[in-house]
């Protein structure tokens, strides 16, 4: 059955998928390629997955320094050019 659906000669049902998805520990949206994480590459969804699960405070020092590191890369590519 996974052959056919390597050669597109059949699609598996959404049930099918949502399996494929659990197996291999990856969302959905990652499996099949659409939605807006689907070119989160693993390790980046389990992060993000994390930090939904703490505390507010502690988000909001963590997001300070996402924040921080972000504006760094961007300022770089901007002298870059």
């Known amino acids: 059955m996974i052959g056919k659906y390597e ?3 059949n699609l598996p049902s959404v049930e099918m998928v949502a399996k494929m998805a659990r197996v291999f520990d990856v969302t959905v949206d990652f499996l099949i390629g659409e939605g807006e ?7 980046t969804v389990e992060r993000i997955n994390s930090i939904q699960k ?6 909001n020092i963590l997001f300070n320094l996402i924040d921080t590191y972000i504006q760094n890369f961007k300022t770089k590519q901007a002298f870059a050019k």
């Open 37 to 43: 994480n689907a070119n989160y590459d693993k390790e």
């Open 7 to 9: 050669r597109n000669e």
């Open 54 to 59: 703490m505390d507010e405070g502690t988000k």
